[in-house]
C-alpha cells in the first residue's frame, strides 16, 4: 500500500464517519425548531417536552459531528498538501466562509439556545433554534460549494504553476454545487425522518408515551414524505447534469462499455473491467440509459472503452454504490406512503411500526454509498479534468499515515460507540416530565 492510497482511507474513514452525524444535524434541527415554534403558537406542553427530549438528540449528535469534522480540514495540509498549494486560492476561502461564518454563528446560536431556557422570552428562544438550523444549512451550503468545485471546477485560471481564483460568483452558483447541495440536504432531511420515526416507532410498539410519539412520528411523516420524493426528483436533475460534465462516471455506475446510441440500463449486472466487458446482463431495457442521462431515449451515451483506462473511475465500486443508494431511494416513499394511510392508526399496526424500527439505518447507508459514488465516481482526479489525486498527496512516509489512519480508526470507533449508545440509551429512555 503506498501513500496515496493510505491518506486516501485515512480521508475516506474521516469522512463518512462524520456523515453519519452531519444528516441527522441537518434535519433534526429543523424539526426541533418546527416542534418549539409549535409551543410557542399553540401554547401545548407536550410540544415544549419534544422539543426538549428531541433537541437532547439533536445536541449529543452534533457534539460529535464537531468532534469528527474538525480533523478533516486539518488533513489537507497533513495529507494532501501538494492539493492545497495547487487549488488553495479557490478552495481555501470556502472552507474559511463555512468555519468562520456559518459554523461559529451555528455554535453561537446553539449555546444561547441552550443555556437560554428562561432566560430569553419564549418566542426569542424559538427564534435561536430556526436560526440554528438555517445556519446548519448554511454550512452544509458552503462545504458542498467547495466539493461541487471539486467535481466541476469553474470560475478560475492556471497562473503561476497553479489555479487562481478569478470568478468568486462562478464558483459559488456553480450549478453542479447547486444540485449536490440539494440533493444532499433532503437526504438529510429524508435521514431525520426515519430516525424520528423509528425512535417514535420503538415507543408506539410498546405503547408508552402514545400522543406524544404518535406526534412526532406524524411530524416526521409530512417531513419524510415531502423529501422522499424531492431526493427522488432532484436526483434525476443530478444525474443529468452528471452525464454533461462527467461522462464517466455515468459510464462507470452503470457498467456501460460500448458508446450506443438507444443506450440500455441493466437491472442487473457483473461488469468484468480487466476484460472490458460484462460478464452478466440481466433485465436490459433499451433507451432507458439513454433517456435517464440525457432525457431523450435516442441520445447518445459514451461507454468506458472511449476514455483512457487510467482514467476510468473504479466500475464494481461505483455500480454498487449507485444500486444501493437508487434501490433504498426507491423503498422510502414506499414506506411513507404507506405511512401516510397508517397515520391514524399506528398502534394497531405492529408490523409497520417493526419496520419502521428496523429502517432506521437505511438511509444512513444509502447516503453514505452517494459519497461513496460522488467522489469514487470522480476519480482517478481530485479535481476533476484538471489534477488528479496521485499528484495531490503529501510528500510523508507510509509508515506515517498508517499510524495515523490506525489512530483515526481507533479513536473514532471509541466515539462512534459512546456516542451512538447514548443516543440510543437516550431514546429508549423516552421523554422526561417538563415542569411548570
Known sequence: MDVVLLSRLQFAAATMFHFLFVPLTLGLSVLVAYMEVKYVRTGEKIYLSMTKFWGKLFLINFALGVVTGITLEFQFGTNWSRYSAYVGDIFGPLLAVEASVAFFLESTLLGVWIFGWNKISKKAHATVMCLVAAASTVSALWILIANGWMQHP?????RNGRAELVSFAAVVFNPFAMLEFLHTVSAAYLLSAFVVMGISAYHLLKKQHVEFFTRSFNIALVFGLIFSVFVAINGDMHGVHVTKVQPAKLAAMEAHWETKTRAPLHLFAIPDEKNERNLIEI???????????????DAEVKGLKDFPKEERPPVILSLLAFRTMVGLGTLFPILMIIGWFLRKRLTESPLYLKAMILAIPLPYIAIEMGWVLAEVGRQPWIVYGLMKTSDAVSPVAVSQVTVSLIAFLAVYGFLGAVGFYLIGK????????IEN
Not at 426 to 433: H, L, M, S
Open 283 to 297: 433485465g436490459s431495457i433499451p433507451g432507458l440509459l439513454s433517456f435517464l442521462g440525457h432525457h431523450d431515449i
Open 154 to 158: 469553474v470560475g478560475y485560471t492556471i
Open 426 to 433: 437516550n431514546a429508549i429512555k423516552g421523554p422526561v416530565a
